[in-house]
């Protein structure tokens, strides 16, 4: 039997997307693609949440965009990190851990 689909929680795309983006520039659709890989298909990230949180990254100077040939020969988007995104991720890893190891913590008391 298959595992449901994980619901992603307020804010933790934008952290998955810096995430895939500090291993090298890459378009968006290759962003989704690499999210549901390494989730072993248990994260989907869909085009209308994936663009308006590219967007939203760009517009906070944690990315930036220029257009590109793909492998294909088509023209595409590709994103990458900047300084400032590298910084973001680095905060917002360290938050995440500590907030899912309070989370984790609580739900093994006894």
Known sequence: MDE????????TL??????TLSLG??????ISERVQQVSSDALQVRQGSL???LHRL??????????AATENNRRAKYYELTRQGQKKLA??????????????????MA
Do not use: C, M, N
Request: proline residues 8%; hydrophobic residues 45%; aromatic residues 10%.
């Open 91 to 108: 905060a917002e890893t360290a938050a995440w851990r500590r907030l899912t190891a309070v989370v984790d913590q609580v739900l093994g």
């Open 51 to 53: 663009y308006p949180s």
């Open 14 to 19: 934008d952290l998955l997307i810096l995430k």
């Open 4 to 11: 449901p689909r994980i619901e992603l929680p307020q804010g």
């Open 58 to 67: 760009e517009r906070r100077g944690w990315i930036q965009a220029r257009w």
């Open 25 to 30: 520039p890459q378009h968006g659709w290759a």
